[in-house]
């Protein structure tokens, strides 16, 4: 289970089968993808056999973000599972010069891939953010702060502030990744908004750690961007991908950057201007016209621009309901502390 915590607040009282799945799931990341061999642990299985070993820093973020909210929870064993994700991290995608991590490597660690991603940073940021919050120890909060400050001010100026999610090893931006593969679902060409309310998110959440005078004002100009960007004013929803004059790419909607939005706009009232709670509702009302699944509650993965569904559109089974769960909770953190 994954979340923020606002004000030290326990875990949400639960069913009583959350614990025991949080259990089952850190025992598999032990006994299934824990490389004891060469350390790290292993992209995919195919039941209990490894199907692609590539060690991802995505998915070490992730381990470490699990082992943050199971420690949380007093779950047995969760603390292994910070460590191991951090140490991975640290000794084999940590770039100190650029303060920022590499994407991939090979499973033996001996290479890493030339490609630098967006995407792994903001999730290796938001994982230290997590780890500090179950450990309270300061190198985790400084990783995460200096990611944040790496990617959303310095890189971010060779595009004129906006995020750009491909690069060189040497962090110059990438403009002709996936130029021919527009559609990827993971790494597509263009500019995701999706990606700049995430951002806006991350930031709001570590000013609260941390109260760093730069965070409010960078978040609030990626939020703006995102809309400006990415929002699509005919239809309503974020393009998936867009140029950087807001010609749509990909002009699908997926579900995830709404959810992702309507936890930046919560934080982003309650810290930096209330009208933003104006964009909360809008957003809200926006997702349970088009994206809630009124049945079961779930969210739609994917729409059309013009919001047309096709098939049960259940969503990728890696995110059930990590993004509407994740900013569902930043918000109640918002309006239960009553500021907003």
């Known amino acids: 289970m994954t979340g923020y915590y606002r004000d030290d607040r326990a875990m949400l009282d639960g069913p009583d089968w959350c614990r025991p799945a949080a259990e089952h799931g850190l025992a598999f990341l032990e006994s299934g993808h824990w490389d004891p061999e060469h350390g790290g642990y292993d992209w995919v299985l195919d039941g209990r056999e490894t199907a692609d070993a590539t060690r991802y820093c995505y998915g070490h973020a992730f381990v470490v973000l699990a082992g943050a909210r199971a420690h949380q929870a007093g779950l047995p064993g969760a603390r292994t599972h910070i460590e191991r994700g951090y140490d991975s991290i640290d000794e084999h995608f940590w770039d100190p010069e650029h303060g920022l991590c590499a994407t991939e490597a090979v499973p033996d660690w001996s290479t890493l891939d030339a490609y630098r991603g967006q995407n792994a940073n903001m999730h290796t940021c938001e994982a230290m953010l997590a780890a500090y919050e179950a450990t309270g120890e300061d190198r985790f909060l400084e990783r995460s702060l200096t990611i944040a400050d790496s990617l959303t001010r310095e890189v971010a100026a060779a595009t004129d502030g906006r995020l750009w999610e491909h690069f060189d090893p040497d962090w110059t931006p990438d403009r002709e990744y996936n130029r021919d593969d527009p559609d990827h679902q993971f790494r597509p060409w263009g500019y995701q908004a999706g990606h700049h309310v995430e951002w806006t998110k991350l930031l709001l959440l570590l000013y609260e750690q941390t109260g760093e005078a730069w965070l409010p004002d960078r978040a609030e100009q990626l939020f703006e961007t995102a809309i400006e960007v990415g929002w699509d004013d005919d239809h309503g929803g974020f393009y998936y991908t867009a140029e950087a004059d807001g010609t749509p790419v990909n002009a699908d909607k997926y579900s995830w950057p709404v959810t992702e939005a309507i936890g930046a706009a919560a934080l982003l009232a309650d810290v930096v201007d209330a009208s ?37 559109n259940h969503g990728p089974v890696v995110e059930p309901g990590y993004h509407p769960i994740n900013n569902a909770w930043v918000a109640m953190g918002v309006f239960e502390s009553g500021e907003t």
């Open 276 to 312: 933003y709670g104006e964009w909360y509702d809008r957003l809200w009302a926006y997702a349970e016209e088009h994206f809630v699944n009124p049945k079961y509650g779930n969210w739609y993965e994917r729409l059309t621009r013009e919001h047309e569904r096709d098939g049960p």
